[in-house]
């Protein structure tokens, strides 16, 4: 089991006044860059603050154009922790490939974190959310069949002794032969998130990828995809293994059950109800024909649909709670879920630092060393 | 009336009415998809060709458009298999059609005879860049379409408050037109930057029909197509928006019996 700090970085300073989506739209005058000054390097303090509290890793990903996380460039984040980190995993999950243009820049970006960093760079790859390819201008009807040919041009260059020739349908180089090359071997290792499509979770396990279920879904809805995952691993005549599962969940510890919810509840709500509206804007073509209907005939498993905080509790929207109920809820997802890369969303919305460092110590210090015992517990029953 | 049809590798849904000279009618995005009154009127003077474009009900092949190119050549290929290329054609193109229509005529000005032009897409100005199409919602989409609110398919659409509620069948045909179009209109938007200076080989007898209050795309297009088309005639609709050839066919009716025959 491995405990990662995943950071969002979300803008919270979004008016009352201001009720649209977050996504796309959301105009870009609501960003006040002078407020920005203190907001991104308190979460790059969280970020290293992270590693200090024994976490073994920290995650950062890419959006654009929204007020939900303010990290267009992600590599640009992973590459300051490069240095200010030394042993924990910088895991950017993930470069959106297609948005890159051409893709090998995702290749030579990542080799540069992997070397500077000392070989902690986790590689993920994303196709990038629906909204993206409004804010990006590339054709949504592409997306997919981009991001395949993007990743076997980015394994290719990290693996296939360079110059080469990648002669794709959409990315055509004649001479490929990155400088720096990654420092892991063959290659960081590369993560890749998903909603539910068979179709990653059969890429996933074919590869020997690890698979990360896209947070934000009733529990429900983690347990099938799970499922669905270690059917595939089987499929290809292996057993998946839980570092190859890794689970994004909202969590907030504090003293009590009560403080918990009284001190988290308005910030987990700006965050559900300020800045996911939006996220769910699913371009023409994005998906498949049978994938879009599903999207918008069975929407009520997702945290924009949910309105009572009994909801969010019941469907694990959310963790929330004294260390004890924290740890007990943990690790009846962990169990059924049987992931292995708990990345926990420790900093939601208008959440503030005070409250944000001592969440972070409170999990790390009653709630990871007890789910680190009880994976040591169960590791020796099964032994 | 409705037939299919195989088009090399794809089937093509097609209606098809009248006698006389062939009348090929290339629909829009949204709204003049099913067989129009009007074009019973028009039937009585021309043989009337309603394909419906690859991704729209069954015609197939929506899924694999890669740019506009593709549907020029799906269009001449429609012809050779209807027979009736090298004919005396008369090509009537609405919106999204209407840009398809501009193609064929500039690409291959032998093969169009007589042209029409109706609220068509296809060329970009930067002091009136098209409505979104795009993640719209019915009632968003009504409002952008029409001028005319009441009008019966412009109150439906408004009426759909939760597309989650229309019947599955109706979502899925939505899903797939809409990639279609996105395949060939994504970026650049509903438009090829280079078919402007094109237009000008465009040896059709041309009209452009406009509503005054398009909002899709706003009437400067019209003057635009004009201009660039040689001899082209233009006549503007007041109090009319995007879909004319619903809102007021029979100001299209008018300019296309007024081209030399």
Redesign the interface.
């Known amino acids: 089991m491995e405990f990662y700090f995943f950071h969002l970085m979300p803008w919270p300073h979004l008016p009352a006044e201001y009720q649209g989506p977050a996504w796309i739209r959301c105009p870009n005058e609501l960003y006040d860059p002078e407020r920005g000054v203190a907001v991104y390097n308190r979460y790059l303090d969280e970020l290293v603050y992270a590693e200090q509290l024994g976490f073994d890793g920290v995650c950062v990903n890419e959006h654009h154009a929204n007020a939900y996380g303010n990290m267009p460039s992600p590599n640009l984040i992973g590459s300051i922790l490069a240095r200010q980190t030394q042993r924990c995993k910088i895991a950017i999950v993930g470069n959106a490939l297609p948005l890159y243009n051409p893709p090998l820049r995702v290749a030579e970006e990542f080799a540069m974190i992997d070397v500077i960093s000392g070989g902690r760079l986790v590689a993920g790859m994303v196709v990038g959310g629906g909204p993206e390819?409004?804010s990006n201008?590339?054709?949504?009807?592409q997306a997919r069949e981009r991001f395949y040919e993007a990743h076997d041009l980015i394994v290719q260059a990290w693996t296939r002794p360079g110059p080469f020739v990648f002669n794709g349908k959409y990315y055509k180089l004649r001479y490929v032969n990155p400088w720096p090359r990654p420092l892991q071997k063959p290659h960081p290792p590369i993560w890749i998130p998903g909603a539910g499509s068979l179709e990653t979770m059969e890429f996933v396990a074919r590869r020997r990828y690890a698979y990360m279920g896209i947070p934000y879904f009733h529990r429900r809805v983690f347990e099938r995809n799970f499922s669905f995952f270690r059917e595939a691993c089987e499929k290809e005549g292996y057993r998946a293994r839980p570092e190859q599962m890794g689970w994004l969940c909202p969590i907030y510890v504090a003293e009590s059950d009560e403080a918990a919810r009284r001190e988290y509840e308005p910030h987990f709500w700006y965050f559900a109800k300020r800045l996911l509206p939006g996220i769910e804007?699913s371009?023409?073509?994005y998906t498949s024909?049978r994938s879009?209907?599903k999207l918008?005939?069975s929407?009520s498993d997702f945290l924009l649909f949910v309105d009572t905080w009994e909801q969010v509790v019941d469907g694990r929207y959310a963790i929330v709670g004294s260390p004890d109920t924290v740890v007990e809820q943990m690790i009846d997802m962990i169990s059924t879920l049987g992931v292995g890369n708990i990345l926990a969303l420790l900093q939601v919305g208008t959440l503030p630092a005070e409250l944000t460092r001592r969440n972070m110590e409170l999990f790390a210090r009653e709630v990871m060393p007890r789910l680190r015992a009880w994976e040591q517990q169960r590791r020796a029953a099964a032994a | 009336m409705s037939e299919k049809l195989q088009v090399g590798t794809e089937t093509v849904e097609l209606r098809r009415q009248g006698e006389g000279q062939p009348l090929l009618y290339l629909h829009g995005g949204i709204g003049d998809t099913d067989w129009l009154p009007v074009f019973d009127e028009w039937s009585r003077e021309f043989t009337v060709f309603q394909p419906l474009h690859p991704g729209f009900g069954e015609s197939t092949g929506g899924d694999k458009l890669d740019g506009m190119e593709d549907l020029v050549f799906h269009y001449i290929d429609l012809l050779g298999a209807l027979g009736i290329e090298g004919s005396d054609l008369t090509v009537v193109g609405a919106s999204f059609g209407g840009w398809i229509a501009a193609e064929i005529a500039s690409r291959y000005p032998h093969l169009v005879r007589r042209l029409v032009l109706v609220g068509a897409a296809g060329l970009w100005l930067d002091e009136a860049p098209p409505g979104e199409l795009f993640g719209n919602s019915p009632p968003e989409l009504a409002a952008l379409l029409f001028h005319d609110l009441q009008h019966p398919v412009a109150a439906m659409m408004a009426a759909v408050t939760d597309v989650a509620q229309l019947p599955e069948e109706l979502i899925v045909q939505q899903v797939r037109a809409m990639e279609a179009l996105a395949r060939v209109a994504w970026n650049p938007y509903f438009h090829n930057p280079k078919l402007e200076r094109q237009l000008r080989r465009v040896r059709a007898s041309t009209v452009v029909v406009w509503g005054k209050e398009d909002r899709f795309f706003p009437v400067a297009y019209a003057e635009r197509y004009a201009a660039a088309i040689p001899g082209a005639r233009l006549e503007i609709v007041p109090d009319t928006g995007h879909l004319v050839m619903l809102e007021r066919p029979e100001a299209v009716t008018r300019q296309l019996c007024s081209l030399p025959r």
């Open positions: 390819y409004y201008g590339l054709n949504p009807a804007t371009p023409p073509g024909v879009a209907v918008i005939t929407r």
